[in-house]
């Protein structure tokens, strides 16, 4: 799979994390796009090198889907705990 479709797959990836785990988002939709693109990046590499499953050449593939799509929501976790204050109102 080329970077473009796995840019793509990072777009729909990040926006299947943001239906999964609704709620504000401090860097709102362009956060969230860039940490789906990140996370099928890191849900990638981290597939292939602990699981032992290798990227697939195909775009349609289910465990490539999955594994983006877990590390969208991982990335999305970790930058809600480290930055999810950050637009709650001050009084």
Same mark, same amino acid.
């Not at 796009?33 to 990046?41: D, H, M, P, Q, R």
């Not at 602990?50 to 799509?69: E, M, N, Q």
């Not at 969208?72 to 009084?91: D, K, M, P, T």
């Given at each position: 799979?080329? @970077? @473009?479709?796995?840019?793509?797959?990072?777009? /729909?990836?990040?926006?299947?994390? #943001?239906?999964?785990?609704?709620?504000?988002?401090?860097? %709102?939709?362009? %956060?969230?796009?860039? @940490?789906?693109?990140?996370?099928?990046?890191?849900?990638?590499?981290?597939?292939? #090198?602990?699981?032992?499953?290798?990227?697939? #050449?195909?775009?349609?593939?289910?465990?490539?889907?999955?594994?983006?799509?877990? %590390?969208?929501? /991982?990335?999305?976790?970790?930058?809600? @705990?480290?930055?999810?204050? *950050?637009? *709650?109102?001050?009084?």
């Amino acid at each position: 799979m080329g @970077i @473009i479709a796995w840019i793509i797959l990072g777009l /729909v990836a990040g926006a299947i994390a #943001k239906a999964i785990l609704p709620g504000r988002d401090p860097g %709102g939709l362009i %956060g969230t796009t860039l @940490i789906g693109v990140a996370g099928a990046f890191v849900g990638g590499w981290l597939s292939a #090198k602990f699981f032992d499953r290798p990227i697939s #050449k195909h775009f349609f593939d289910l465990p490539t889907w999955g594994a983006a799509i877990a %590390g969208s929501l /991982v990335l999305l976790v970790a930058y809600r @705990i480290l930055f999810g204050n *950050s637009r *709650s109102s001050r009084n």
